[in-house]
Nanobody, 115 residues
Framework: QVQLVESGGGLVQSGGSLRLSCVAS????????MGWYRQAPGKQRELVAQ???????NYADSVKGRFTISRDNAKNAVYLQMNSLKPEDTAVYYC?????????WGQGTQVTVSS
């Protein structure tokens, strides 16, 4: 059973920064693709950023140039550095692990950006 534990969310003013962390259980982390998604109230969950097992990254247009995804295979961890935050970035952020055709989700961490 894969478990993902996120941390790092909180309340920040517009223009501020936050760093989200996600730690995964298991010994196969280094061969998994990882991602961050978010869901705002009344909206569908959307992809924010992805990083493959090879280190390739992909970002939603709305966060390009502001957010950076990274991973540390030695720590079974994936990170999302969020800079220049905007009120529209307010959402619950979820960590995702994809491996062997399966997707696993963390419990989510709230990010609130005040104007």
């Amino acid at each position: 059973q894969v478990q993902l534990v996120e941390s790092g969310g909180g309340l920040v003013q517009s223009g501020g920064s936050l760093r989200l962390s996600c730690v995964a259980s298991g010994t196969f982390f280094r061969v998994a693709n990882m991602g961050w998604y978010r869901q705002a109230p009344g909206k569908q969950r959307e992809l924010v950023a992805q990083i493959t097992r090879g280190g390739s990254t992909n970002y939603a247009d709305s966060v390009k140039g502001r957010f950076t995804i990274s991973r540390d295979n030695a720590k079974n961890a994936v990170y999302l550095q969020m800079n220049s935050l905007k009120p529209e970035d307010t959402a619950v952020y979820y960590c995702n692990l994809g491996i062997w055709g399966e997707n696993y989700w963390g419990q989510g961490t709230q990010v609130t950006v005040s104007s």
